[in-house]
């Protein structure tokens, strides 16, 4: 019989929670060499309160957790506030799980021209599975130029992982790639069975051995805010900080925008890059998706 999707993924985390921890952070003895990284099934199972039998249930996708346990096992295991928030996402009973709207592959009008009247001002729409579904002319600019992508492909992680301009046009693409990963898998927590999730994770975990390791690792994050460094092929070095919005319409979907702080250098760097981006014979494809 087939196992639930979220309950294979939650004992898939489980695992890798586990894994990451040590034993004398948690106040036990090391025990010698071990097999394997990490605390024991038992050892987990003995902190939280259970039985062992229990917990490896739970790992192996055959029991649905109550909320105390959820509790236990996230002290146990020192979730931090995303963790948390998946592990509760993948334990949440299906029959009270509202079924996942899939998020629209074109943007509508009104968004797409919020983004067009940011003039100096990059930005993208992105979907849970990191979708590039609408940007403006800035936001090609900054990144790349989004029309000339099958929509098939163009999606944020995969450019990531497969382009290898994108691996230059951050500095840290390392920590801009494993953060991409985790937001996905995060934002994708009430959708383990999506095939077009589980085609785009397929193909790279084949194309990539970093992705299907940093895949596999189970980490989470939230798409929300923070900095990064871009090393720009027209205005060189850009320290920017990046947003996400919440489209109402949709909420699936987040706007993605850049921003620098008004007389950085970074600041003058994009008004000099729009002045590029208007110039036509720079002009990048229309940029609905």
Do not use: C
């Not at 959820?70 to 029959?95: H, I, N, P």
């Not at 994770?201 to 989470?220: I, K, N, P, T, Y």
């Amino acid at each position: 019989m087939n196992r639930d999707p979220h309950r294979h993924d939650l004992g898939e985390f489980l695992k890798a929670r586990r894994a990451e921890l040590d034993p004398a952070a948690v106040g036990l003895p090391d025990g010698g060499s071990r097999r394997v990284a990490g605390l024991r099934r038992e050892e987990v199972a003995v902190l939280a309160a259970i039985s062992t039998d229990y917990y490896a249930r739970l790992e192996q996708g055959r029991i649905q957790p109550s909320p105390s346990v959820l509790e236990s096992l996230a002290r146990v295991l020192r979730l931090d506030e995303d963790q948390r928030a998946y592990l509760y996402e993948l334990a949440a009973k299906d029959e009270f799980r509202p079924p996942r709207r899939q998020p629209r592959l074109k943007a509508q009008p009104q968004l797409q021209r919020m983004l067009d009247d940011m003039a100096h001002t990059p930005a993208f729409v992105i979907g849970p599975r990191t979708e590039i579904v609408a940007w403006n002319a800035m936001g090609a600019a900054l990144i790349t130029d989004f029309g000339k992508i099958p929509e098939k492909q163009r999606y944020y992680i995969r450019l990531l992982i497969t382009d290898p301009a994108m691996r230059e046009l951050y500095a840290d693409w390392e920590g801009v790639t494993r953060l991409a990963i985790a937001q996905m898998r995060m934002h994708n927590a009430n959708n383990p069975g999506d095939t077009q999730l589980a085609t785009l994770v397929g193909e790279l975990s084949v194309r990539d051995e970093q992705f299907r390791q940093w895949w596999g690792a189970h980490h989470v994050a939230v798409r929300d805010t923070g900095t990064k460094h871009l090393r720009h092929p027209v205005v060189g070095d850009l320290h920017l900080d990046w947003n996400a919005v919440t489209w109402a319409a949709d909420p699936d979907l987040a706007i993605i925008v850049w921003t620098a702080e008004t007389g950085t250098p970074t600041h003058d760097s994009l008004r000099m890059l729009a002045s590029w981006a208007a110039d036509p014979s720079h002009s990048t494809s229309d940029s609905s998706a």
